[in-house]
């Protein structure tokens, strides 16, 4: 039975190709007297006569003997209502939609928003065509049958066709000729066509992943629902690929300033020590996630559910035990001045990490501190009372003996209340206006 479908499909699908007549004006759809003449043209004789049973069939309505014939079909049709489901009154119409489906199964069409159809080969087409043209098909698409009805113009709308001929130019073809075709007859008729599937993707309006079951024809989709048990590694996969492909990448996680600060001084290590340290920049960050941090990541799915990492212990988790242990005097968070304060250390710039300390703190300091083991002085920046750089400099020896009695006369002259002694280097550092023993 299955066999015998197929070869009337194919027959209907050459004789059209072959006789199929076309006007400057008309209507796309085909109606119901084209299975009429494919039944006809099943009795032996030349093509010639196919082709006057075609022409017989498009030039009105059936004679009584032509009716007769029409029962040697019937058998065909009865078996082929109970193959596919149908079930009496439009019969003929579906048995000619699934046939034409079946012969140019690559054309069957969902119908767009925007009234274009997509065909199941994965083109475009609609029955205006990519240029426009008049709605309804006039004047641009061909016909079959003498008049065109108001209900043949619903072709046009119809949420499934197959398009039975197309120009196939540019990007959307135009459709010449169509029928229309329900969603329940491919799904009985092109099961073995029909695929299964589940699709584990990254949504980037929900900023989510979403899992969903999808029942396609082709790259038309007849059901779509969501998957309530994904697949875990799927769900991770599609949760990096989202990370990685998202505008922010990495910065989708919640990072904190102690993260941030822990991050820039491992870059900074890394900087002047690139074999020993690794390099934890944002992007060799987002490319290497699958190693460092997917393993955290399962049983989530969103950006919201990123929100509860912790990236200071993820970066502390990438770091042997060594380095953790060499990280504080390597690349300290504070250095303690002479005042008594602890300063933090501004790693922005792995070559010249800064520290910002008011000059007054600095009184009896020698040397410029420095982190990476000596091998890198701090660049400082010495701030007035208000907070203010008045220098910069990596040589605070040179400073002392060059510079310092400059900055004075013209800090004492704008803060006369504060401490500027002659001698910096015996004097007593404060972060006050004044030392207390003063």
Known sequence: ????????????????????????????????????????????????????????????????????????????????????????????????????????????????????????????????????????????????????????????????????????????????????????????????????????????????????????????????????????????????EGISRHPLAIGMLPWTKNARQLQARLAFLHHHRPHDWADVSDAALTASMADWLAPHLYGFSSRHDLQKLQVTALLEGLLPWNQRQQLDDEAPTHIAVPSGSRIAVDYTNPEQPVLAVRLQELFGMRETPRVAGGAVPLTLHLLSPAQRPVQVTQDLASFWRNTYFEVKKDLKGRYPKHYWPDDPLQAVATRRTKPSST
């Open 1 to 240: 039975m299955v066999r015998r479908i197929h070869e009337e499909a194919r027959r209907l699908s050459r004789l059209i190709g072959e006789k199929w007549p076309t006007a400057s004006q008309g209507s796309a759809a085909i109606d119901n007297r084209v299975l009429r003449v494919a039944g006809k043209s099943s009795s032996k004789g030349s093509s010639n006569d196919s082709s006057k049973a075609y022409k017989a069939g498009l030039s009105g309505p059936a004679s009584e003997a032509e009716n007769a014939n029409d029962a040697s079909n019937l058998n065909l049709d009865k078996r082929f209502n109970r193959a596919v489901g149908t079930s009496g009154a439009n019969d003929r119409s579906e048995i000619t939609s699934v046939l034409l489906a079946l012969a140019y199964p690559d054309r069957i069409g969902k119908r767009r928003e925007d009234g274009r159809y997509l065909l199941s080969n994965g083109r475009g087409a609609s029955f205006t065509g990519q240029h426009g043209g008049n709605s309804a098909g006039v004047g641009s698409s061909a016909y079959i049958g003498r008049a065109i009805s108001k209900a043949q113009h619903t072709i046009h709308y119809a949420p499934y066709i197959v398009a039975v001929d197309l120009d196939d130019q540019g990007t959307d073809s135009r459709i010449r000729l169509a029928v229309e075709v329900t969603k329940d007859a491919l799904e009985q008729c092109m099961d073995d066509q029909i695929e299964h599937v589940v699709t584990v993707e990254w949504d980037k309006s929900a900023e989510a992943v979403r899992a969903r079951e999808v029942i396609r024809l082709g790259a038309i989709v007849l059901h779509e629902r969501p998957c309530p048990n994904p697949d875990a590694d799927k769900v991770l996969a599609a949760l990096i």
